[in-house]
């Protein structure tokens, strides 16, 4: 079936650093691929989405390609900020019988410290 | 706009016990997902609603758990008899439709999520 593997946490990074949370996925299909955060006390928030292959989803300096030929969706940002502290979790949807249910990686907590 | 919103925030029970947790989808939202976080599982699917039905209950961990949908609006997850290992954060999504146009994705917009603590 499909699944979704995510690095494990936590990462903890210096404010300033680059950073980088890796993420393989296996799907039959074509799936569309996606970064959701969840900030500490809040519910869960879409950060970015891809598509199809080779796209490149961005948002809030968060960049993530769209890799089939490696089955990857890695996150990253090139320079973290204490606020960017919460966990991230890579997903990805599976149309069946006319909706898209999210499949989810266990989730990479980020700590970022001034 | 409103966001989705769940009640109760928090909730403790007893083994044993039968809850129920709520789930008010963004308005105008035809589908609506619930998903489990819990330590040991991660997020995990439970149902999912198209209006009142809903068409894949795949993720249902046991008999113990129903969920309904009335209105094409606010649903209901219940659980009979919790155990401990119900212990979890529920949480409810919704989205425009299950699936975008020419196949493509509709994104699902979480509420904030009911702890459950089953002692």
């Known amino acids: 079936g499909n699944s979704v593997t995510q690095m494990e946490g936590p990462v903890t990074l210096s404010e300033e650093a680059f950073l980088t949370i890796n993420c393989t996925y296996t799907?039959?299909?074509?799936?569309?691929l996606f970064w959701y955060v969840q900030y500490p006390g809040e519910g869960l928030q879409l950060l970015l989405k891809a598509t199809k292959a080779d796209d490149k989803g961005s948002n809030k300096g968060f960049e993530a390609t769209y890799r089939k030929e490696t089955t990857s969706f890695h996150l990253e940002k090139g320079s973290v900020q204490v606020s960017d502290s919460a966990v991230y979790f890579c997903a990805l949807d599976s149309p069946s019988g006319g909706y898209n249910k999210l499949i989810f990686g266990a989730g990479t907590r980020l700590a970022v410290h001034p | 706009g409103a966001g989705v919103s769940q009640s109760p925030s928090n909730k403790v029970t007893e083994k044993g016990k039968d809850v129920e947790l709520r789930c008010d989808p963004i308005?105008?939202?035809?589908?609506l997902y619930w998903y489990r976080q819990s330590l040991g599982q991660g997020l995990e699917f439970l149902i999912y609603?198209?209006?009142?039905?809903?068409p894949d209950k795949s993720g249902l961990p046991s008999d113990r758990f129903s969920a309904e949908r009335t209105g094409g609006s606010v649903s209901t997850l219940t659980i009979q008899r919790t155990q401990q290992e119900d212990s979890a954060v529920y949480l409810c999504a919704s989205s425009l439709w299950g699936l975008g146009l020419a196949g493509g994705t509709n994104e699902q917009f979480f509420g904030p999520g009911t702890r459950l603590t089953v002692l």
């Open positions: 799907a039959t299909g074509y799936p569309s």
């Open positions: 308005s105008g939202h035809t589908a």
């Open positions: 609603f198209q209006g009142n039905s809903a």
